[in-house]
T-cell receptor, first 114, second 113 residues
Framework: AQSVTQLDSQVPVFEEAPVELRCNYS??????LFWYVQYPNQGLQLLLK??????LVKGINGFEAEFNKSQTSFHLRKPSVHISDTAEYFC????????????FGKGTKLTVNP | EAQVTQNPRYLITVTGKKLTVTCSQN?????MSWYRQDPGLGLRQIYY???????DKGDVPEGYKVSRKEKRNFPLILESPSPNQTSLYFC????????????FGNGTRLTVT
């Protein structure tokens, strides 16, 4: 079974600063990796996903993530954040070829201050 | 528009009064799932369904029931709600393959007094 650890529960940053939200996973098999974003009073929506191929994945709203197999990480980055990026971000993993669905991390609340 | 629709968005009830939260998707997804979200605990899976008439327990199924009589609908039933079921609930759906991302509803905030 997989597990996903998001190392920071809260990340405060100033507007236009860069941000990195950290995610590590544990699995005995290869995994698919996802980042979801939850804006206030809304459901989760897909930000980006890594299925195979290039380890640098670009998503919506200028976010990107890099899959690092040796470090079992999938950190999310944005070079310059906006106030509107304030949200909770969830990392998730699913075993390739398995029947189990996504395992979620506990989430990281990103607060962008003016 | 492709979407997962949950109703109601907000619900306040009393201990022991049976309730149902509905969930419907229009994307012909085989897989549907219910989660609850609590502060500090993230998302925890309650029940899921791989297809019509096939349901399985997730991580926290106690006190909940589900049914999957039609592909598009996956209601969550609390037959005797208790205060510890006060939470934010999400329904989600996807195609059954593991590389298919989940589509989420907008959530149901339930308060049990």
């Amino acid at each position: 079974a997989q597990s996903v650890t998001q190392l920071d529960s809260q990340v405060p940053v100033f507007e236009e600063a860069p941000v990195e939200l950290r995610c590590n996973y544990s699995s005995s098999v290869s995994v698919y990796l996802f980042w979801y974003v939850q804006y206030p009073n809304q459901g989760l929506q897909l930000l980006l996903k890594y299925l195979s191929g290039s380890t640098l994945v670009k998503g919506i709203n200028g976010f990107e993530a890099e899959f690092n197999k040796s470090q079992t990480s999938f950190h999310l980055r944005k070079p310059s954040v906006h106030i509107s990026d304030t949200a909770e971000y969830f990392c998730a993993a699913a075993a390739q070829g398995g029947s189990e669905k996504l395992v979620f991390g506990k989430g990281t609340k990103l607060t962008v201050n003016p | 528009e492709a979407q997962v629709t949950q109703n109601p968005r907000y619900l306040i009830t009393v201990t022991g009064k049976k309730l149902t939260v509905t969930c419907s998707q229009n994307m012909n997804h085989e897989y549907m799932s219910w989660y609850r979200q609590d502060p500090g605990l993230g998302l925890r899976q309650i029940y899921y369904s791989m297809n019509v008439e096939v349901t399985d327990k997730g991580d926290v199924p106690e006190g909940y029931k589900v049914s999957r009589k039609e592909k598009r609908n996956f209601p969550l039933i609390l037959e005797s709600p208790s205060p510890n079921q006060t939470s934010l609930y999400f329904c989600a759906s996807s195609f059954v393959t593991n590389n298919s991302p989940l589509h989420f509803g907008n959530g149901t905030r339930l308060t049990v007094t």
